[in-house]
């Protein structure tokens, strides 16, 4: 079923609204000669954004879209989850190497990209769990962790921006304080009072949140190399999933047909050396399995002030483009 829809105050308890700015006059000045559509993507650490909605990033850079990658944090906090790279010179110099990787990805996807320069917070485990590191992201007052982001979409003026949910599509303190500034800086680049000396007021249309990881894709994966007489690297997962918890699937509003940039999503991937086995499950299905099982990447429209009609299939679908 299709139904017309505008999000416009869906939000609306996260920030000022739309501020001063209205979406007629981002439309005006989206329609300029001299300018293309813009997407920001905003990640926790390093590695998150060749793993959640790569491909979809890729297609549009391949499109012609302007598209950005904000990182809030260095990912130094990380471990080390390639065995080839788990040597003492890799872990001695995890901020630096995580850098280096980080701008290896964004060439390959054809992105710009830029960090915030917050402290990661880590994972914390244990019963019960340690503090988290004092000075670290999660940790930071909420306008002050969001003051960068609200400058970074001032400058690059994005029509469109892709976050977490309010679950950071998982619980890691980073991912959760990831979704929570995004919101914030989506309503407050827009208003002029907010961050004055953060540059000129923005307004961007729509807000996604991405949904990567359903139980229906891990199912549809798992059974497809099952038939087949392979190992699924799947069944432990979705055995903890558990059949009564929600599928994020419910929620997915927006599926983009990627299928054609999976391999570029995988070579970003792969550089993220520290982070990314090669032999691990990022890479048990083989491309021509996943393009005819799933060729699709999926988002939830939480955030539109243009009206747009779903379910959709672009994330840029209601925001009218010059020719």
Same mark, same amino acid.
């Given at each position: 079923?299709?139904?017309?829809?505008?999000?416009?105050?869906?939000?609306?308890?996260?920030g000022?609204?739309?501020?001063r +700015?209205g979406p007629?006059?981002?439309m005006?000045?989206?329609?300029?000669?001299?300018?293309?559509?813009r997407?920001?993507?905003?990640?926790a650490?390093?590695?998150?954004?060749?793993? +959640?909605?790569?491909?979809?990033?890729?297609?549009?850079?391949?499109?012609?879209?302007?598209?950005?990658?904000?990182?809030?944090?260095?990912?130094?906090?990380?471990?080390?989850?390639?065995?080839?790279?788990?040597?003492?010179?890799v872990?001695a110099?995890m901020?630096?190497?995580?850098?280096?990787?980080?701008?290896?990805?964004?060439?390959?996807?054809g992105?710009?990209?830029?960090?915030?320069?917050?402290?990661?917070s880590?994972?914390?485990?244990?019963d019960?769990?340690?503090?988290?590191p004092?000075g670290?992201?999660?940790?930071?007052?909420l306008?002050?962790?969001?003051?960068?982001?609200?400058?970074?979409?001032?400058?690059?003026?994005?029509?469109?921006v892709v976050?977490?949910?309010?679950?950071?599509?998982y619980?890691?303190?980073d991912?959760?304080?990831?979704?929570?500034?995004?919101?914030?800086?989506?309503?407050?680049?827009?208003?002029?009072?907010a961050?004055?000396?953060?540059?000129?007021?923005?307004?961007?249309?729509?807000?996604?949140?991405?949904?990567?990881?359903?139980?229906?894709k891990?199912q549809?994966?798992?059974e497809?190399?099952?038939?087949?007489?392979m190992?699924?690297?799947y069944?432990?997962?979705?055995?903890?999933?558990?059949?009564?918890?929600?599928d994020?699937m419910?929620?997915?509003?927006?599926?983009?047909?990627?299928?054609?940039?999976?391999?570029?999503?995988?070579?970003?991937?792969?550089?993220?050396?520290?982070?990314?086995?090669?032999?691990s499950?990022w890479?048990?299905?083989?491309?021509?399995v996943?393009?005819?099982l799933?060729?699709?990447e999926?988002y939830?429209?939480?955030?539109?002030?243009?009206d747009?009609?779903?379910?959709?299939?672009?994330?840029?679908?209601?925001?009218?483009?010059?020719?």
């Amino acid at each position: 079923m299709m139904s017309s829809i505008r999000l416009g105050a869906r939000l609306g308890a996260c920030g000022s609204g739309y501020g001063r +700015k209205g979406p007629l006059a981002v439309m005006a000045e989206a329609e300029r000669p001299d300018t293309r559509l813009r997407l920001m993507a905003v990640h926790a650490h390093p590695d998150d954004e060749s793993s +959640k909605g790569a491909a979809t990033m890729a297609k549009y850079v391949a499109e012609g879209y302007d598209v950005m990658v904000v990182t809030c944090t260095g990912g130094e906090a990380g471990s080390v989850l390639n065995p080839a790279m788990d040597r003492p010179e890799v872990r001695a110099n995890m901020t630096e190497i995580r850098r280096e990787e980080m701008a290896r990805a964004a060439k390959i996807l054809g992105v710009r990209h830029r960090w915030l320069g917050f402290v990661d917070s880590g994972l914390p485990e244990g019963d019960p769990p340690p503090p988290l590191p004092e000075g670290c992201f999660a940790l930071l007052p909420l306008a002050e962790a969001t003051a960068p982001l609200v400058q970074a979409m001032r400058e690059f003026r994005p029509h469109v921006v892709v976050t977490y949910d309010e679950n950071g599509g998982y619980p890691h303190p980073d991912h959760i304080r990831c979704h929570e500034v995004s919101v914030a800086a989506f309503d407050a680049a827009a208003d002029p009072v907010a961050y004055p000396e953060a540059g000129e007021p923005w307004q961007p249309l729509k807000l996604y949140y991405s949904h990567g990881f359903s139980r229906a894709k891990m199912q549809a994966f798992h059974e497809a190399l099952v038939d087949a007489g392979m190992e699924s690297p799947y069944a432990e997962w979705l055995e903890k999933w558990g059949e009564d918890k929600a599928d994020v699937m419910e929620r997915v509003t927006t599926r983009v047909e990627c299928a054609d940039h999976f391999e570029v999503r995988d070579d970003a991937l792969r550089a993220h050396a520290t982070q990314i086995d090669p032999n691990s499950r990022w890479f048990a299905v083989p491309l021509d399995v996943q393009r005819k099982l799933w060729p699709t990447e999926e988002y939830e429209l939480v955030r539109s002030l243009v009206d747009t009609t779903l379910p959709e299939d672009d994330l840029f679908a209601g925001i009218r483009e010059e020719g």
